[in-house]
Protein backbone atom coordinates (compact mmCIF):
# COMPACT_ATOMS: atom_id res chain seq x y z
CA UNK A 1 0.00 0.00 0.00
CA UNK A 2 1.59 3.14 -1.13
CA UNK A 3 2.69 6.10 2.10
CA UNK A 4 -0.33 8.59 1.56
CA UNK A 5 1.26 12.22 1.17
CA UNK A 6 2.22 14.58 3.79
CA UNK A 7 0.30 17.51 4.20
CA UNK A 8 2.97 20.21 3.82
CA UNK A 9 2.47 23.88 3.09
CA UNK A 10 5.41 26.48 2.81
CA UNK A 11 5.37 28.97 5.79
CA UNK A 12 2.71 26.55 7.75
CA UNK A 13 4.18 25.19 10.90
CA UNK A 14 4.65 21.51 11.69
CA UNK A 15 4.62 19.22 14.67
CA UNK A 16 7.61 16.62 13.84
CA UNK A 17 8.69 13.56 15.99
CA UNK A 18 11.41 10.80 15.18
CA UNK A 19 11.65 8.18 17.38
CA UNK A 20 14.06 5.76 17.88
CA UNK A 21 14.14 1.97 16.41
CA UNK A 22 11.88 -0.16 18.92
CA UNK A 23 11.72 2.66 21.06
CA UNK A 24 15.09 2.08 22.31
CA UNK A 25 17.60 4.55 23.03
CA UNK A 26 18.69 6.87 20.57
CA UNK A 27 20.86 9.30 23.34
CA UNK A 28 23.05 7.79 25.81
CA UNK A 29 25.80 10.46 26.61
CA UNK A 30 25.71 14.76 26.96
CA UNK A 31 28.08 14.50 23.84
CA UNK A 32 25.20 12.72 21.88
CA UNK A 33 22.89 15.57 22.33
CA UNK A 34 25.28 18.30 21.15
CA UNK A 35 26.37 16.26 18.35
CA UNK A 36 22.03 16.24 17.33
CA UNK A 37 22.12 19.34 17.88
CA UNK A 38 24.82 20.67 16.16
CA UNK A 39 24.10 18.50 13.14
CA UNK A 40 19.95 19.45 13.55
CA UNK A 41 21.38 23.48 12.97
CA UNK A 42 23.11 22.59 10.05
CA UNK A 43 20.17 20.63 8.24
CA UNK A 44 17.43 23.31 9.43
CA UNK A 45 19.87 25.89 7.78
CA UNK A 46 20.59 24.24 4.33
CA UNK A 47 17.35 23.28 3.72
CA UNK A 48 15.84 26.50 4.63
CA UNK A 49 13.65 25.29 7.57
CA UNK A 50 12.84 27.59 10.71
CA UNK A 51 12.69 25.59 14.26
CA UNK A 52 10.83 27.48 16.98
CA UNK A 53 11.25 24.89 19.87
CA UNK A 54 11.96 21.40 20.22
CA UNK A 55 12.93 18.79 22.69
CA UNK A 56 15.71 15.76 22.19
CA UNK A 57 14.30 13.15 25.15
CA UNK A 58 15.68 9.29 25.71
CA UNK A 59 14.46 7.55 22.83
CA UNK A 60 12.79 10.24 20.33
CA UNK A 61 12.48 14.17 19.48
CA UNK A 62 10.21 16.33 19.24
CA UNK A 63 10.64 19.22 16.63
CA UNK A 64 8.46 22.34 15.98
CA UNK A 65 9.25 23.38 12.32
CA UNK A 66 8.34 25.79 9.67
CA UNK A 67 9.48 25.14 5.97
CA UNK A 68 10.20 27.61 3.79
CA UNK A 69 9.80 24.56 0.60
CA UNK A 70 7.71 21.98 0.31
CA UNK A 71 10.38 20.21 0.66
CA UNK A 72 12.87 21.74 3.28
CA UNK A 73 11.65 19.42 6.66
CA UNK A 74 12.07 16.00 4.64
CA UNK A 75 15.22 16.90 3.43
CA UNK A 76 16.61 18.47 6.64
CA UNK A 77 15.53 15.34 8.49
CA UNK A 78 16.67 13.32 5.80
CA UNK A 79 20.27 14.63 6.23
CA UNK A 80 20.25 15.16 10.24
CA UNK A 81 20.03 10.93 10.14
CA UNK A 82 21.85 10.33 7.85
CA UNK A 83 25.12 12.27 9.64
CA UNK A 84 23.48 10.93 13.36
CA UNK A 85 23.19 7.35 12.34
CA UNK A 86 26.65 7.34 11.12
CA UNK A 87 28.19 9.15 14.28
CA UNK A 88 25.75 7.10 16.53
CA UNK A 89 27.18 3.47 15.19
CA UNK A 90 30.73 4.38 14.77
CA UNK A 91 30.29 5.94 18.88
CA UNK A 92 28.78 2.63 19.97
CA UNK A 93 30.07 -0.39 17.61
CA UNK A 94 26.61 -1.09 15.96
CA UNK A 95 24.99 -1.47 12.59
CA UNK A 96 22.23 -0.57 10.78
CA UNK A 97 19.48 1.66 11.15
CA UNK A 98 18.69 3.85 14.21
CA UNK A 99 15.08 5.39 13.12
CA UNK A 100 11.49 3.68 13.93
CA UNK A 101 10.79 4.36 10.11
CA UNK A 102 9.90 7.83 8.91
CA UNK A 103 9.28 10.52 10.90
CA UNK A 104 5.58 11.68 11.83
CA UNK A 105 4.32 15.23 11.56
CA UNK A 106 0.85 17.12 11.57
CA UNK A 107 0.42 20.77 10.04
CA UNK A 108 -0.67 23.04 12.46
CA UNK A 109 -3.56 26.04 12.92
CA UNK A 110 -1.35 28.51 14.15
CA UNK A 111 -3.98 30.47 15.46
CA UNK A 112 -5.70 27.26 17.76
CA UNK A 113 -3.17 25.41 18.21
CA UNK A 114 0.76 26.97 17.96
CA UNK A 115 1.63 28.06 21.16
CA UNK A 116 -0.09 24.79 22.75
CA UNK A 117 2.19 22.74 20.64
CA UNK A 118 5.67 24.93 22.06
CA UNK A 119 4.15 24.20 25.84
CA UNK A 120 3.64 20.10 24.39
CA UNK A 121 7.02 19.99 23.25
CA UNK A 122 8.77 21.54 26.33
CA UNK A 123 6.53 19.91 28.88
CA UNK A 124 7.42 16.43 27.54
CA UNK A 125 10.52 16.17 29.71
CA UNK A 126 7.86 16.93 32.80
CA UNK A 127 5.18 14.72 31.74
CA UNK A 128 7.88 12.03 31.66
CA UNK A 129 8.61 13.03 35.41
CA UNK A 130 12.35 13.63 34.43
CA UNK A 131 12.34 16.97 36.05
CA UNK A 132 9.45 18.84 37.89
CA UNK A 133 9.82 21.94 35.62
CA UNK A 134 11.26 22.49 31.91
CA UNK A 135 13.74 25.00 32.96
CA UNK A 136 15.84 22.29 34.80
CA UNK A 137 15.88 20.19 31.49
CA UNK A 138 18.44 21.55 29.05
CA UNK A 139 17.84 19.39 26.21
CA UNK A 140 14.63 21.84 24.86
CA UNK A 141 14.04 25.12 23.92
CA UNK A 142 12.15 26.03 27.15
CA UNK A 143 15.96 28.05 28.67
CA UNK A 144 15.42 29.88 25.51
CA UNK A 145 11.85 30.79 25.01
CA UNK A 146 11.73 31.42 28.64
CA UNK A 147 14.64 32.73 29.74
CA UNK A 148 16.83 34.24 27.30
CA UNK A 149 19.59 31.82 27.22
CA UNK A 150 20.96 32.01 23.42
CA UNK A 151 20.00 29.37 20.97
CA UNK A 152 20.55 30.68 17.46
CA UNK A 153 19.10 27.60 16.14
CA UNK A 154 16.00 29.04 17.42
CA UNK A 155 13.84 31.07 14.88
CA UNK A 156 10.61 32.63 16.79
CA UNK A 157 7.28 32.64 15.59
CA UNK A 158 5.51 35.12 15.00
CA UNK A 159 2.79 34.41 17.65
CA UNK A 160 5.55 33.93 19.75
CA UNK A 161 7.03 37.75 19.07
CA UNK A 162 2.93 38.65 19.77
CA UNK A 163 3.94 37.65 23.44
CA UNK A 164 4.90 41.46 23.91
CA UNK A 165 7.36 44.17 22.71
CA UNK A 166 10.57 43.25 23.75
CA UNK A 167 12.29 40.15 24.58
CA UNK A 168 11.48 40.25 28.31
CA UNK A 169 8.07 40.81 28.16
CA UNK A 170 7.75 37.99 25.48
CA UNK A 171 9.52 35.62 27.58
CA UNK A 172 7.61 36.46 30.90
CA UNK A 173 4.34 36.14 29.12
CA UNK A 174 5.95 32.99 27.63
CA UNK A 175 6.30 31.54 31.49
CA UNK A 176 3.16 32.67 32.15
CA UNK A 177 1.68 30.25 29.49
CA UNK A 178 3.20 27.08 31.89
CA UNK A 179 1.02 27.93 34.52
CA UNK A 180 -1.40 26.64 32.93
CA UNK A 181 -2.44 22.97 32.47
CA UNK A 182 -2.98 21.44 28.76
CA UNK A 183 -6.30 19.71 28.66
CA UNK A 184 -6.13 15.83 28.18
CA UNK A 185 -8.49 16.76 25.29
CA UNK A 186 -5.53 18.88 23.92
CA UNK A 187 -2.99 15.94 24.44
CA UNK A 188 -5.24 13.14 22.63
CA UNK A 189 -5.73 15.78 19.39
CA UNK A 190 -2.04 16.70 19.56
CA UNK A 191 -0.93 12.70 19.79
CA UNK A 192 -3.42 11.41 17.59
CA UNK A 193 -3.01 14.14 14.51
CA UNK A 194 0.50 13.34 14.85
CA UNK A 195 0.84 9.99 15.26
CA UNK A 196 -1.75 9.58 12.43
CA UNK A 197 -0.75 12.53 10.13
CA UNK A 198 -3.60 14.16 9.90
CA UNK A 199 -4.05 18.29 10.28
CA UNK A 200 -4.33 19.90 13.57
CA UNK A 201 -6.74 22.92 14.15
CA UNK A 202 -9.83 23.93 13.72
CA UNK A 203 -12.87 22.85 11.46
CA UNK A 204 -12.49 26.27 9.71
CA UNK A 205 -8.24 25.74 8.97
CA UNK A 206 -8.95 22.16 8.06
CA UNK A 207 -11.84 23.03 5.59
CA UNK A 208 -9.53 25.72 4.35
CA UNK A 209 -6.28 22.95 3.81
CA UNK A 210 -8.65 20.88 2.15
CA UNK A 211 -9.25 23.10 -0.45
CA UNK A 212 -5.81 24.16 -1.37
CA UNK A 213 -5.02 20.36 -1.44
CA UNK A 214 -7.81 19.06 -2.98
CA UNK A 215 -7.33 15.89 0.02
CA UNK A 216 -8.97 15.38 3.20
CA UNK A 217 -7.41 16.36 6.25
CA UNK A 218 -9.64 14.02 8.89
CA UNK A 219 -10.02 10.33 8.50
CA UNK A 220 -13.31 8.96 6.87
CA UNK A 221 -16.03 8.49 9.31
CA UNK A 222 -15.38 5.17 10.93
CA UNK A 223 -19.70 4.33 10.04
CA UNK A 224 -17.94 3.57 6.62
CA UNK A 225 -16.20 0.61 7.70
CA UNK A 226 -17.35 -2.16 5.83
CA UNK A 227 -17.11 -4.65 8.95
CA UNK A 228 -19.09 -2.25 11.43
CA UNK A 229 -22.45 -2.70 12.57
CA UNK A 230 -24.50 0.17 10.84
CA UNK A 231 -22.76 -0.69 7.50
CA UNK A 232 -23.80 -4.12 7.60
CA UNK A 233 -27.44 -3.10 8.50
CA UNK A 234 -27.51 -0.24 6.43
CA UNK A 235 -26.87 -2.50 3.20
CA UNK A 236 -29.02 -5.22 4.33
CA UNK A 237 -31.86 -2.85 3.89
CA UNK A 238 -30.70 -1.74 0.41
CA UNK A 239 -30.69 -5.58 -0.71
CA UNK A 240 -34.59 -5.64 0.02
Known amino acids: MPRKPRFVLPGEPQHVIIRGINREPIFYDEADYRYYLNKL ?25 TPEKEYSIGKAIQMLGRYYVQYFNDTYGRTGTLW ?8 IDTEQYLLTCYRYIELNPVRAQMVVHPSEYPWSSYRHNALGQDNPMITPHYKYNELGRTKEKRQHAYRALFKAHISEKQLDEIRAATNKEWVLG ?13 RRTTPLPRGGDRKSKQWREQHAINRH
Do not use: P, W
Open 41 to 65: KEALAKHNCHCHAYVLMTNHVHLLL
Open 100 to 107: EGRYKSTL
Open 202 to 214: SDYFKAKIEEKLK
